[in-house]
């Protein structure tokens, strides 16, 4: 029986699921993460879903490799929507850009309910994954960050409420827990480091135009106040 191992990634990810959640992995590629839950005994069963038939095949070889094929559900399908019926309790969407995990949740009505648990992880556009939460009343509870190389990542823990709210710009450009841990986290200064030098080079090349943004300068003093 194989036993894939977790990226650190993905490890934050599965640090938010349930013990004997109903686990969801949507856009699920090679299906290690409902595998490694299942392996771990956190979970009894899970469904794992993606658009294409490739990386679902990829999934399904990951699963008989592990002995799980009567555990894990495997479904081809466009996003959460497909999952509606089935009942799910923890649903995660892990490893795709930041609009399109919000477009997922759009699509996907079911997940307006505060006994879904929601697990995001964005690759990218974070921030807007964050605006989105905020702004169509999903509670954004905690957010873990990690590094691999010189890459961050950083996982959501989220819930509908139904009460949207607004947070500061370095509350969405950088994630509220994360900023309230801090320099309690090992990787902090350096996530807020990177951030930095990022901004700092868009704002430069604005300036160098004459195009200049109030909103991201003041921004930038905000997070050099932090470090
Ligand atoms: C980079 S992989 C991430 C795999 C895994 N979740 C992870 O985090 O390591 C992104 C996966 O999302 C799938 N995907 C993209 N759009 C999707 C959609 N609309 N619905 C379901 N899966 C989708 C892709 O086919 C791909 O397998």
């Given at each position: 029986m194989s036993k894939p191992a977790l990226s650190a990634r993905l490890r934050l990810a599965a640090a938010y699921v349930r013990q004997g959640a109903y686990f969801a992995d949507v856009g699920?590629?090679?299906a290690y993460l409902p595998v490694f839950l299942i392996q771990a005994g956190r979970i009894a069963r899970a469904v794992a879903t993606d658009v294409r038939e490739g990386p679902l095949a990829h999934a399904a070889a990951t699963v008989e490799a592990a002995g799980l094929t009567e555990q894990v559900r495997l479904l081809l399908g466009d996003?959460?929507?497909?999952?509606?019926?089935?009942?799910?309790t923890d649903v995660a969407l892990c490893g795709m850009g930041g609009e399109l995990i919000c477009r997922l949740l759009d699509e996907?009505?079911?997940?307006?309910?505060?006994r879904v648990r929601l697990i995001l992880q964005p690759m990218s556009r974070a921030h807007k994954l964050r605006l989105y939460l905020s702004s169509h009343g999903f509670c954004q509870e905690d957010e873990s960050l990690c590094r691999a190389g010189d890459k961050f990542y950083t996982c959501i823990l989220a819930h509908y409420t139904g009460m949207p709210y607004t947070e500061r710009d370095a509350e969405v450009y950088l994630g509220r827990s994360i900023l309230e841990r801090g320099k309690a986290h090992p990787d902090f200064s350096a996530y807020l480091t990177y951030y930095i030098g990022r901004l700092s080079a868009r704002l430069a090349g604005r300036r160098a135009v004459g195009n200049a943004s109030p909103r991201e300068e003041r921004l930038l003093l905000d997070l050099e106040a932090l470090l």
């Open positions: 699920t590629d090679h996003g959460a929507a497909p999952l509606a019926p089935l009942g799910v996907a009505p079911f997940l307006r309910d505060p």
